[in-house]
């Protein structure tokens, strides 16, 4: 009852009283109601926001199990699911206390630890923004999932999951987003623009990707003795491009809802985010033709995912024009960058250090130089001091991690566990019963 007041307060329309009296409420001197109504409508818009994003969860395991072997896709949904399952508690136990809780320093916070700002009966906004922040985390955490694909011991990619979520990914968030809450990031203060996560979430993920990668080495096949690349196709591309479609989809949460607030902001944020990632798959599939003499499918659905990568740090601060812009050459990098990974022999079978990382590089400094407020050297070398802060930290906290795995209950599986599929030998279960031979 008390909603639908401020709601008819807030439109004026007429109500009649018990008695017959009519009359037409105002908003003169009710501004707490629109305050309140306003209020609501950001906390729908942010879980509107958050489920979206959630929802991009499934669209990142259906690319990698689409791009990978029907042999391995029992185990790449149990490392998806258990990437938002572990990546949930710990952020909640530790790392959103890491990101945004109080700080001195500028370095990590010390605060909100297990939640503990939140009780019944006070402000929900932390749990709110708990719940957006959490989904975030664990998209940083899947995307080093398909670089590591085919080959990876699921408990060791389980520590893996608890890390970066708990530790690896929140560090960083606070240099850059920390003061979004009780934080004071270093990087923040010096003007680091990156609005929805270009570095703050893919880079962080990619260069974590490209860390995992290196210290697994390289599928059995991927590379003849000579050096010359060897493709391994994945074994479903619908499903693939079904998770990219809806990744799409759930970027219209990942940009616009980082606004936290129903405004009219999300309009060209929409509109930005839809025109990089269009133009990064056009720019792709163009690339791709040029190069191999074929319009390559796989190339064109990572093209699109380049573009919206891109996007993600200047969606609120540049035009539908630059976003054309920066998409079309994210489209370019992308395809470049695949082909550069593969020569220096960084075996990743969804193309994820591509996607995430190197793009999420090009959108942070695409946010300075096409910045709607205008650009200068020292915003533009803010950007690459934040460029360079992440793959820095994130490579080598997690160069660090994987070794130490490795080194103790393992990181790769044994050669025959590979070649005969993970999915039998670290689950019991094969993903097409039906359809498959399994070897063992």
């Excluded at 908003?27 to 489920?51: F, L, P, S």
């Excluded at 990572?302 to 919206?308: I, Q, S, T």
């Excluded at 050459?329 to 220096?344: K, N, S, T």
């Excluded at 709607?372 to 020292?378: D, N």
Aim: net charge neutral; with cysteine.
């Amino acid at each position: 009852m008390k909603i639908l007041f401020m709601i008819v307060t807030v439109l004026g329309i007429p109500v009649t009283l018990w008695g017959g009296e009519e009359v037409v409420p105002t908003i003169a001197g009710n501004a707490e109601a629109i305050k309140e109504v306003q209020t609501h409508a950001d906390y729908v818009w942010t879980m509107v926001a958050a489920a979206l994003v959630f929802f991009m969860q499934p669209g990142f395991a259906l690319v990698e199990c689409g791009f990978t072997r029907a042999k391995n896709a029992v185990n790449i949904i149990m490392k998806n699911l258990l990437d938002f399952s572990m990546g949930s508690l710990f952020y909640w136990a530790i790392g959103f206390g890491l990101m945004f809780g109080v700080s001195q320093t500028g370095w990590f916070g010390t605060s909100c630890f297990f939640l503990s700002d939140f009780s019944p009966g006070k402000d929900p906004w932390v749990v709110a923004f708990w719940m957006f922040q959490v989904v975030f985390a664990a998209t940083a955490a899947t995307i080093v999932s398909g670089a590591m694909a085919e080959r990876t011991k699921f408990s060791g990619y389980l520590i893996y999951s608890a890390a970066i979520c708990g530790f690896i990914y929140p560090i960083f968030g606070s240099w850059a987003w920390g003061s979004l809450y009780h934080g004071n990031g270093w990087l923040e203060k010096l003007g680091f623009i990156d609005f929805a996560g270009s570095t703050v979430v893919h880079s962080i993920g990619g260069w974590t990707a490209l860390a995992g990668a290196i210290v697994l080495g390289p599928r059995i096949g991927k590379y003849t003795k000579e050096g010359k690349v060897q493709p391994i196709p994945g074994h479903n591309i619908p499903l693939a491009a079904l998770g990219v479609f809806i990744l799409w989809f759930g970027w219209f949460g990942f940009n616009p809802g980082s606004t936290t607030a129903a405004n009219k902001d999300i309009a060209m944020i929409f509109t930005n985010t839809n025109l990089a990632a269009a133009a990064g798959a056009i720019f792709a599939m163009i690339t791709a033709w040029i190069k191999f003499k074929k319009p390559d499918v796989g190339m064109s659905l990572n093209g699109a995912l380049a573009g919206l990568v891109a996007i993600t740090s200047p969606c609120a601060t540049v035009t539908p024009f630059s976003s054309v812009i920066i998409g079309a050459v994210a489209g370019v990098l992308v395809v470049l960058a695949v082909l550069f990974f593969d020569r220096i022999k960084v075996d990743d079978p969804v193309g994820a250090i591509s996607v995430h990382g190197v793009n999420g590089a090009w959108g942070t400094l695409a946010a300075g130089i096409f910045n709607i407020g205008g650009t200068s050297a020292k915003i533009i070398g803010v950007q690459v001091l934040g460029i360079c802060a992440a793959f820095i930290w994130a490579f080598g906290a997690s160069f660090i991690m994987f070794k130490l795995i490795d080194k103790t209950i393992g990181l790769r599986v044994s050669p025959e566990e590979e070649m005969g599929g993970l999915d039998f030998s670290e689950h019991g279960a094969n993903a097409y019963p039906n359809f498959q031979i399994v070897s063992h």
